[in-house]
């Protein structure tokens, strides 16, 4: 997808590896088919919005960069989610998304103010290395604290 225009929502066939080529303004996915994704090294430039989008498998966005804001408010990951080094520059809202199995987050950078609130963590979320410029967010920090030993792995600029 190459495009300075908005894109509506998509519910046409995408291939499952949208890496490089996603290098949208700004982006509207709706219902992604069934089956692993993948938008590892993608660079969206303006906003993304995953709102409400459905993941009926493992959804990859390892090395992505997302400009001015990410919106998953209420995004579905079936099977999980892997945001692996991604850059968050502006806004990331995850508000009542729902994680299945994991949702991993190593090495994440959140430029802005991260949105965790009514957030579903399934059996597995990771934060080592992640770094929020204004606070962790106090639904990540208590899922952390109940579950691992890595609670004090996320930071902030503060720290």
Same mark, same amino acid.
Request: proline letters at 5%; charged letters at 20%; a negative charge.
């Given at each position: &997808?190459?495009?300075q225009?908005?894109?509506?929502?998509l519910?046409v066939?995408?291939?499952p590896?949208?890496s490089?080529?996603?290098?949208?303004? +700004?982006?509207?996915?709706g219902?992604?088919?069934s089956g692993d994704?993948? $938008?590892? @090294?993608a660079?969206f430039?303006?906003?993304a919005?995953?709102?409400?989008?459905?993941?009926? @498998?493992? &959804?990859?966005?390892?090395?992505?960069k997302?400009?001015?804001?990410?919106?998953f408010?209420g995004?579905?990951? @079936? =099977?999980?989610? =892997?945001?692996?080094?991604?850059?968050?520059?502006?806004?990331? +809202?995850?508000?009542?998304?729902?994680? @299945? =199995?994991?949702?991993?987050?190593?090495?994440a950078e959140?430029?802005?103010?991260?949105?965790?609130?009514g957030v579903e $963590?399934?059996?597995?979320?990771m934060? &080592?290395?992640?770094?929020?410029?204004?606070?962790?967010?106090?639904?990540?920090?208590s899922?952390?604290?109940?579950?691992?030993?890595?609670?004090?792995?996320?930071?902030?600029?503060?720290?």
């Amino acid at each position: &997808v190459d495009s300075q225009a908005p894109m509506s929502s998509l519910t046409v066939p995408i291939p499952p590896d949208l890496s490089p080529a996603c290098r949208a303004r +700004n982006t509207d996915l709706g219902t992604v088919p069934s089956g692993d994704t993948r $938008f590892g @090294g993608a660079e969206f430039g303006g906003y993304a919005r995953f709102d409400g989008t459905r993941f009926s @498998g493992e &959804v990859g966005f390892e090395g992505a960069k997302f400009g001015e804001a990410a919106r998953f408010g209420g995004a579905e990951f @079936g =099977w999980g989610a =892997w945001f692996l080094g991604v850059k968050f520059g502006g806004y990331a +809202n995850f508000d009542g998304a729902e994680f @299945g =199995w994991f949702a991993v987050f190593d090495g994440a950078e959140f430029g802005g103010f991260a949105d965790f609130d009514g957030v579903e $963590f399934g059996e597995i979320a990771m934060f &080592v290395g992640a770094e929020f410029a204004q606070r962790v967010p106090a639904e990540v920090a208590s899922y952390l604290a109940s579950r691992s030993e890595d609670a004090r792995s996320p930071t902030t600029s503060d720290d």
